[in-house]
């Protein structure tokens, strides 16, 4: 988490090597991403963008992308985040088409099958990046109960602005202007009263003084 502009979207990029470091190193599991051919390195991880992207083509090509071990798997993934019920009521299930963007379907809607992409995919590490735009709060709801179970069984890098999605978290890492500020759990960063324990009382209100 951190300011906007920071570079949370960047460190996402960096893992995919959308674009290469200029120094140091990433590792996963222990390897270097440089050692990987990128198509392994991109086959083991997904990434749910800040931006959902809908493709001109069925629902079910929106989930699978075409790729055959997701096609097997639409109906399934999408059950997971909670996108079945929506899709179900659009004119032709999940063969209905989209239009390009998207625009038929509401916000809410677009991310709910873009989580669902991401589990069709079935990856080691998911990214999710989570979406500064504000929804109405019945998507909200949708959207918050599709994350949790979008995240459920595997490793995941969290980019959050909702701070209740990150409570919870093993690590959290706060970013401002390109680097590291704090990082912990969340109890020790309330308590380190900085940068997380202020973001975190502006969202929750912790009433005034001390933020614990
Ligand atoms: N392709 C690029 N080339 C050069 N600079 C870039 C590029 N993409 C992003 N930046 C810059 O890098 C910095 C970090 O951007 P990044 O998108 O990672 O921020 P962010 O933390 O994800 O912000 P937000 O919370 O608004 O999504 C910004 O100053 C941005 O303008
Ligand atoms: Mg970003």
Do not use: W
């Not at 109906?75 to 032709?92: D, M, N």
């Not at 209740?164 to 990082?183: F, K, L, M, W, Y």
């Amino acid at each position: 988490m951190g300011e906007s502009g920071g570079g949370k979207t960047t460190v996402t990029r960096l893992l995919g090597r959308m674009y290469e470091l200029n120094s140091g190193c990433i590792l996963v599991d222990g390897v270097d991403i440089r050692q990987l051919p990128r198509h392994e390195l991109r086959s083991r991880m997904a990434v749910v963008p800040q931006e959902p992207f809908i493709f001109a083509g069925t629902v079910a090509f929106n989930i699978s992308l075409g790729d055959e071990r997701a096609a097997a798997r639409v109906r399934q993934a999408a059950a997971v985040v909670g996108a079945h019920r929506f899709i179900e009521q659009l004119p032709q299930g999940y063969d209905t088409r989209l239009a390009e963007r998207g625009g038929n379907l509401s916000l809410g809607e677009r991310q709910l099958l873009s989580f669902a992409r991401a589990v069709a995919f079935d990856p080691e590490l998911l990214m999710l990046d989570e979406a500064t735009a504000s929804v109405d709060s019945e998507s909200e709801r949708l959207i918050q109960e599709g994350v949790q179970r979008l995240l459920q069984g595997r490793t995941a890098l969290v980019i959050a602005h909702r701070l209740s999605t990150v409570r919870d978290a093993d690590r959290i890492v706060v970013i401002r202007q390109g680097r590291v500020v704090e990082e912990g759990r969340h109890e020790e960063l309330l308590a380190q009263g900085e940068e997380y324990a202020r973001l975190y009382c502006l969202q929750f209100d912790c009433g005034g003084g001390a933020v614990k």
